[in-house]
């Protein structure tokens, strides 16, 4: 499967003979939590990724994108919480958050050129997407979201503290005026789409 059929996962699922497969599936998991229904999805389609390990999350999202659109009824089939659709999607956390505040910087000086220690710190471990998250949560107008596709995420760090977070996530499936600056038709997007990355959250 190549990298730009994996991103076409809700594209794929939505489909009318797949779509009923989704249903059958649900009907015969009944109670099983999201990320376990999630992976028996990832089986039977195939949904894998370079390393041959099942799509857990892009998946997951497009099943509950296909759940908000109406096509399919997680709720009441699949065991996950019923959010608010009031409440603002920043309290989403998909890999949780810290049981504390984050410590705030201290003593940051007012030039770049002055912090001391400053480096980039690629997310590996739970804890420290934990704290991206909080971060994010704190500082980013939509919060942590929930990136589709390939993820990378970077801590800001410095001898001072925290100072920023990055993340960058897989490309948007089709976006108009992209392509169209670009140049790319229908199979040139397809071919070439994976060579493109989101800046997703930045501060």
């Not at 003979?17 to 229904?37: D, P």
């Not at 908000?68 to 608010?84: M, R």
């Not at 971060?135 to 995420?153: D, T």
């Not at 001072?160 to 948007?172: V, W």
Request: aromatic share 8%; proline share 5%; glycine share 8%.
């Amino acid at each position: 499967m190549d990298a730009y059929k994996r991103n076409l996962i809700k594209e794929t699922l939505s489909r009318s003979e797949n779509l009923a497969k989704v249903r059958q599936l649900m009907a015969e998991n009944v109670g099983a939590t999201l990320a376990v229904f999630t992976n028996v999805v990832c089986e039977f389609f195939n949904f894998k990724d370079y390393n041959g390990d099942p799509q857990i999350s892009t998946c997951g999202q497009a099943l509950v994108a296909m759940d908000a659109q109406g096509l399919i009824s997680l709720h009441g089939s699949i065991n996950f919480k019923q959010h608010d659709p009031r409440e603002s999607p920043k309290k989403q956390l998909p890999h949780g958050c810290l049981p504390t505040d984050v410590p705030e910087p201290v003593n940051v000086p007012e030039t770049v050129e002055e912090v001391e220690d400053l480096r980039l710190v690629l997310v590996g471990s739970e804890a420290d997407r934990q704290l991206w998250n909080c971060v994010m949560e704190k500082e980013h107008p939509l919060g942590a979201g929930q990136p589709m596709g390939y993820q990378l995420f970077y801590l800001v760090q410095s001898k001072h503290g925290l100072l920023g977070a990055i993340g960058f996530s897989g490309a948007s499936l089709k976006l108009e005026k992209r392509d169209k600056f670009i140049g790319w038709d229908d199979s040139q997007r397809k071919e070439n789409l994976d060579r493109i990355v989101n800046m997703s959250r930045f501060f």
